[in-house]
């Protein structure tokens, strides 16, 4: 038996040292054991050996195996280091096999490194942090108990969201401190370490409480999105049986309520702005709440008549970098913002990964108002036709003109079709700068509902790693 011992939990340097080396020197999986801190059950473990210098020639791996293996590292079942070996034992035959989707230690390892990935999000989404004082000032203090280790993986997240705050999040695995300039992760922490309650507390509740839409109520999605094991650390957790138990009541009284008298001076307004924007001559936009307004009343194609209202673009009135979508989607079209439902949480994430500040970013679409067909209760999206899309172009451009950016990045051949003014072959033309008229530079890439699409988890992170690029090159033209 070949044992070798790892610094810690999450001692990824430590595991693949070790396991390169059982590889070369013909260790099986059988005869490979890695524990942690030299921790184990008698016998061997007592006192865990020095790997075993490799022979054998030496050998790469994908780059998707190694990627998902630090992933699989920070879960936090016992069998993970063994489940990593065997595939590394396999790789050395079978290069390609993190692409056989349907192997059995490939898909386990890849649902792991997902529930990995998920609990990072919960983590970025159930942080509460809760004000202290201490000799320096103000300061903010989160207790937080991950399903898995993505502590470290994290925290710089945190840094990057509240650079301005001084902050600890105490965990069980360990701990992060950002004191403005540098983050620091420290020792194990206890749930007493960290105070109970603030001033804010109440506040928070509140304003909960006062956006709890009874008449939306979906208990299950509620539940997948913000499990219970969560729950104790909101303040607000506290309200949702009681908000539950009165959803059937409120939304009763907010259907026999009266409908509020109209705003007459908005209907003025619309009626202007509708009888001026349906001529290109007639009417320029000076702002971008002019054109917000004006959108809601534009008759230029018949695409109003189904939606809910027109979705105009979201950012700064100045931004260097624009990004263009197709068109809002069914959450967009009932939020009136751009990329709030799933594809915008993916073009959120990656443009972390790309160091883009989303805040910096004027998002926008090539279309303002949802396509769709009804089935069931559900409004399923419908492509915009190129008649659609050069009718909304005004808009478009007008947005253009009014914040004038640098760079344009076309998520899609309909978005290229938006900002181009003709149809893109997106693969072709994906990656090289298109100038254009107003001195600004274009860049195609895919949407990110595509991503969303591929059903191969490794197509899809390959993909999804061409998306980031493809952001990271519009940054550097900024």
Same mark, same amino acid.
């Given at each position: 038996?070949?044992?070798?011992?790892?610094?810690?939990?999450?001692?990824?340097?430590?595991?693949?040292?070790?396991?390169?080396?059982?590889?070369?020197?013909?260790?099986?999986?059988?005869?490979?054991?890695?524990?942690?801190?030299?921790?184990?059950?008698?016998?061997?473990?007592? %006192? +865990? !050996? =020095?790997?075993?210098?490799? &022979?054998?020639?030496?050998?790469?791996?994908?780059?998707? /195996?190694?990627?998902?293996?630090?992933?699989?590292?920070?879960?936090?079942?016992?069998?993970?280091?063994?489940?990593?070996?065997?595939?590394?034992?396999?790789?050395?035959?079978?290069?390609?096999?993190?692409?056989?989707?349907?192997?059995?230690?490939?898909?386990?390892?890849?649902?792991?490194?997902?529930?990995?990935?998920?609990?990072?999000?919960?983590?970025?989404?159930?942080?509460?942090?809760?004000?202290?004082?201490?000799?320096?000032?103000?300061?903010?203090?989160?207790?937080?108990?991950?399903?898995?280790?993505?502590?470290?993986?994290?925290?710089?997240?945190?840094?990057?969201?509240?650079?301005?705050?001084?902050?600890?999040?105490?965990?069980?695995?360990?701990?992060?401190?950002?004191?403005?300039?540098?983050?620091?992760?420290?020792?194990?922490?206890?749930?007493?370490? %960290? +105070? !109970? =309650?603030?001033?804010?507390? &109440?506040?928070?509740?509140?304003?909960?409480?006062?956006? /709890?839409?009874?008449?939306?109520?979906?208990?299950?999605?509620?539940?997948?999105?913000?499990?219970?094991?969560?729950?104790?650390n909101l303040p607000e957790a506290a309200l949702i049986p009681e908000l539950v138990a009165q959803s059937a009541v409120r939304t009763e009284a907010m259907v026999a309520a009266p409908a509020p008298e109209p705003n007459?001076?908005?209907?003025?307004?619309?009626?202007?702005?509708?009888?001026?924007?349906?001529?290109?001559?007639?009417?320029?936009?000076?702002?971008?709440?002019?054109?917000?307004?004006?959108?809601?009343?534009?008759?230029?194609?018949?695409?109003?008549?189904?939606?809910?209202?027109?979705?105009?673009?979201?950012?700064?009135?100045?931004?260097?970098?624009?990004?263009?979508?197709?068109?809002?989607?069914?959450?967009?079209?009932?939020?009136?913002?751009?990329?709030?439902? +799933? !594809?915008?949480?993916?073009?959120?994430?990656?443009?972390?990964?790309?160091?883009?500040?989303?805040?910096?970013?004027?998002?926008?679409?090539?279309?303002?108002?949802?396509?769709?067909?009804?089935?069931?209760?559900?409004?399923?999206?419908?492509?915009?036709?190129?008649?659609?899309?050069?009718?909304?172009?005004?808009?478009?451009?007008?947005?253009?003109?009014?914040?004038?950016?640098?760079?344009?990045?076309?998520?899609?051949?309909?978005?290229?079709?938006?900002?181009l003014g003709r149809k893109p072959a997106v693969t072709k033309e994906r990656g090289r700068p298109i100038p254009l008229s107003d001195g600004a530079a274009a860049l195609l890439t895919v949407h990110p509902s595509y991503?969303?699409?591929?059903?191969?988890?490794?197509?899809?992170?390959?993909?999804?790693?061409?998306?980031?690029?493809?952001?990271?090159?519009?940054?550097?033209?900024?």
């Open positions: 038996m070949a044992v070798a011992a790892l610094a810690g939990e999450t001692d990824f340097d430590g595991w693949r040292k070790a396991a390169r080396r059982f590889r070369e020197a013909g260790v099986t999986p059988a005869e490979a054991r890695f524990v942690v801190g030299g921790a184990g059950q008698g016998g061997l473990f007592d %006192a +865990p !050996a =020095e790997a075993p210098a490799g &022979e054998g020639k030496p050998f790469a791996v994908p780059r998707a /195996f190694v990627e998902t293996a630090q992933s699989v590292i920070l879960h936090r079942s016992d069998d993970r280091f063994d489940l990593l070996y065997r595939l590394l034992w396999r790789l050395r035959d079978a290069p390609d096999l993190m692409r056989v989707v349907s192997d059995r230690d490939v898909a386990d390892a890849l649902e792991r490194a997902k529930n990995v990935s998920r609990a990072s999000h919960k983590m970025k989404a159930f942080v509460r942090f809760r004000q202290v004082e201490d000799e320096r000032g103000e300061a903010w203090v989160a207790w937080f108990e991950p399903a898995h280790r993505v502590l470290e993986m994290t925290a710089p997240f945190f840094a990057r969201r509240f650079a301005t705050m001084r902050w600890s999040i105490l965990t069980p695995d360990g701990s992060a401190h950002w004191d403005g300039e540098a983050l620091e992760l420290g020792p194990p922490a206890t749930r007493d370490m %960290a +105070p !109970a =309650e603030d001033e804010m507390e &109440e506040f928070w509740r509140t304003y909960y409480a006062s956006t /709890f839409n009874p008449a939306r109520l979906k208990t299950g999605a509620m539940r997948a999105e913000m499990p219970k094991r969560y729950w104790k007459r001076r908005l209907e003025k307004t619309l009626s202007r702005l509708a009888r001026d924007a349906s001529f290109d001559e007639g009417f320029v936009p000076s702002t971008l709440e002019e054109l917000d307004a004006a959108v809601q009343a534009c008759r230029r194609c018949p695409l109003w008549r189904d939606a809910t209202q027109g979705v105009c673009g979201a950012g700064p009135k100045k931004a260097r970098l624009m990004i263009v979508g197709e068109q809002p989607g069914d959450q967009e079209d009932l939020a009136g913002r751009p990329f709030v439902g +799933p !594809a915008g949480r993916v073009l959120d994430a990656a443009l972390e990964e790309a160091g883009i500040d989303r805040d910096e970013v004027f998002v926008t679409n090539a279309v303002k108002h949802f396509k769709h067909e009804p089935r069931g209760k559900r409004r399923l999206h419908r492509t915009p036709t190129t008649g659609e899309v050069s009718a909304c172009r005004w808009w478009l451009d007008a947005e253009r003109r009014l914040v004038k950016p640098k760079v344009i990045l076309a998520m899609g051949a309909t978005a290229g079709l938006g900002v991503l969303l699409r591929i059903p191969d988890p490794a197509a899809r992170a390959a993909e999804r790693a061409r998306f980031v690029a493809d952001l990271e090159q519009a940054r550097s033209l900024l």
